[in-house]
């Protein structure tokens, strides 16, 4: 993979459930249409770093995004040690172990028996476990955090897409609860591609989300999520 003029830089955290599903539905249609995806980084952790947790979010919530930055610190040495296509490897590795589980068996304030065995399927060096405390790398995320920002501006969460860069257009989403078929992928893809890059589009938004059809959420194919309220794009418990 070439990231020198990739057709689609991502950016991702992986204990989003939103990112994850998109990132599933991106894989599908870059396999289709032969396109070069770019997977940055974004940490929820560093962008709801002045926010009162206690204050502000449901009680998982704190746990949940650093667990992601922890993780995502991983990732960093990893694309440094090995290169972006190692990160394309590790990010579906480290996503599954997340969210294809039963909720009990995922513990975000345990996440290094996850991370190795992330690590050890992608024929990456175990060690590399040791990284998720390196808060030498948090300025590092902070930057792709920031990157990601002053592409879409600030009221956005995960995952951000930059279509076609550095000159073509970048957008928060899109906030999917459901895999769209293989058939549906392209589709979808062009209508979103088509929607986010005429002149002036600004903003397309509801606030009320299907609970994500993924085991960890308890929701399985057949079914529908619960929709819920995600104001300010989670489930905040003040605006």
Not at 45 to 54: A, H
Not at 67 to 96: E, I, N, Q, S, W
Not at 109 to 133: N, Y
């Amino acid at each position: 993979m070439s990231t020198d003029r990739p057709d689609v830089r991502f950016w991702f955290d992986p204990v989003c459930p939103f990112a994850w599903l998109t990132s599933q539905w991106v894989r599908t249609v870059a396999a289709q249409r032969d396109l070069d995806v770019e997977w940055r980084f974004i940490s929820l952790r560093l962008l709801n770093k002045d926010v009162d947790y206690d204050a502000h979010f449901p009680p998982e919530y704190e746990d949940g995004h650093t667990a992601g930055l922890r993780m995502l610190r991983v990732c960093a040495h990893v694309r440094d040690a090995h290169g972006p296509d190692a990160v394309a490897r590790l990010y579906p590795a480290l996503g599954t172990r997340v969210f294809d589980v039963d909720p009990a068996d995922y513990d975000p304030t345990d996440v290094a028996p996850l991370v190795t065995q992330a690590l050890v399927e992608v024929g990456l060096p175990e060690s590399l476990v040791r990284h998720l405390d390196d808060e030498a790398r948090d300025e590092q995320l902070q930057a792709e955090t920031d990157e990601a920002l002053a592409l879409t501006g600030k009221d956005v969460g995960t995952p951000i897409l930059h279509i076609a860069p550095p000159q073509g257009a970048a957008f928060f989403g899109p906030v999917i609860s459901r895999l769209p078929s293989d058939e549906q992928a392209a589709e979808l893809w062009d209508h979103v591609v088509g929607l986010a890059t005429f002149p002036g589009f600004a903003e397309l938004k509801r606030s009320l989300r299907e609970k994500p059809q993924l085991r960890a959420f308890g929701v399985t194919e057949a079914d529908a999520g619960v929709e819920e309220d995600w104001h300010a794009g989670s489930r905040r418990l003040k605006k």
